[in-house]
Nanobody
């Protein structure tokens, strides 16, 4: 079993920055991929950024150059540093971990970008 707890969401103005954190506990190892997803109202959940078992990273085109995913292996924590935020970044952001064959999810944290 793996538990994921996100934090750091909130209200921010367009152009602003925000950092999300996700702390993992349980049976998770450094080689297990972790990722951030988001789901906006009326839309499907989409991948935002992923850090793979070999520490390579992938980003959605919509956030490339604005968001950075990182991982603190000692703390079993991943981060999502978001900058130049846009109104279309408004969504519930979810942390995910893949411990095959199971995908684990956090409860989500709301990010609202609005003036």
């Amino acid at each position: 079993q793996v538990q994921l707890v996100e934090s750091g969401g909130g209200l921010v103005q367009p152009g602003g920055s925000l950092r999300l954190s996700c702390v993992a506990s349980g049976n998770i190892l450094n080689r297990h991929p972790m990722a951030w997803y988001r789901q906006a109202p009326g839309k499907e959940r989409e991948l935002v950024a992923r850090i793979n078992g070999d520490a390579t990273v992938n980003y959605a085109d919509s956030v490339q150059g604005r968001f950075v995913i990182s991982r603190d292996y000692r703390k079993k924590t991943i981060y999502l540093d978001m900058s130049s935020l846009k109104t279309e970044d408004t969504a519930v952001y979810y942390c995910s971990a893949r411990v095959s064959p199971t995908d684990y999810w956090g409860q989500g944290t709301q990010v609202t970008v609005s003036s």
